[in-house]
Nanobody, 121 residues
């Protein structure tokens, strides 16, 4: 199977920065799109940023200009650089990867367990 492990979360003051990482491992043949989502208590999960194999990116309006998604295909890792953080960015951040485990097999979306980001003074 495939495992995704996020890291880099923590407590940061408003205006600060954090860099999240998400490493995929296991029976990976190829990874297509990767993405970060977040979920705050009592709110629906929100798609934050996506990145394709060709490094085309998209962002939620709420994070445009502040967050940057990137990936290292050799390491099967996706990153989220978060700058100018606001209290409303507080949430559990989860990554996902659309992964094929064999050459001709289906693409399945795997999810990580999440990492907590808290923005507070």
């Amino acid at each position: 199977q495939v495992q995704l492990v996020e890291s880099g979360g923590g407590l940061v003051q408003p205006g600060g920065s954090l860099r999240l990482s998400c490493a995929a491992s296991g029976s990976i043949f190829s990874i297509n799109g990767m993405a970060w989502s977040r979920q705050a208590p009592g709110k629906l999960r929100e798609l934050v940023a996506t990145i394709t194999t060709g490094n085309n990116t998209n962002y939620a309006d709420s994070v445009k200009g502040r967050f940057t998604i990137s990936r290292d295909n050799a390491k099967n890792t996706v990153y989220l650089q978060m700058n100018s953080l606001k209290p409303e960015d507080t949430a559990v951040y989860l990554c996902n990867a659309d992964t094929r485990t064999t050459r001709s097999g289906p693409v399945y979306r795997y999810w990580g367990q999440g990492t907590q980001v808290t923005v507070s003074s």
